[in-house]
């Protein structure tokens, strides 16, 4: 599958083999990482082998997708839909290198993704996680119009649940 979406600054894409360098050197900085839960790959075949396993794409027609700046074609982080099939849940996430934040591509990515999800996919609903010290991430969430549900845990750690239905998304 060949998943494209596009904003005003943005062309975001699927991950792509020659994007494992990107991805390496995105995870590779811990305040990225910071409140991710996630640990850096270890090498660059790491990021390879997520990339070359990742089935989100043909399974569900979503993702997580690599965002680029429209004007200089700069890889800047990631953005998109992942469904859980644990919860039947699908949220959607972000990442974006330290010298992107605080531009507004993470709401500009999350709105593109939130109208692929409800429009494109019909999606009934979609939430958004996040650790409770990640205020940054919880202002995007809002941003994009997420409400507040609940206080949740991630990895032991204290976390918030924030959800969007179709209907309230107009």
Known sequence: MSLQLETERLIMRCMQPEDA?????????????????????????????LILNYDQYSKYRMGRLNMFLKS?????????????QDSGETDIG???????WGYGYAT???KASLAYGFSDLGLPSIVGHALKENTASIRVLEKLGL????????????????????????
Not at 21 to 49: C, Q
């Open 21 to 49: 360098e990107y991805m390496f050197d995105l995870n590779s900085d811990p305040d990225v990482i910071r409140y991710t839960g996630d640990k850096p790959f270890n090498n660059i075949e790491e990021a390879l082998n």
């Open 72 to 84: 200089t074609g700069e890889y800047i982080g990631w953005c998109g839909l992942k469904y859980h």
């Open 94 to 100: 972000y990442r974006l290198k330290k010298s992107c």
């Open 108 to 110: 500009e990515s999350g």
């Open 147 to 170: 409400k507040y549900m609940q206080d949740t845990e991630f990895d032991d750690e204290p976390g918030v649940l924030y959800k969007i239905t179709q209907t309230e998304w107009k």
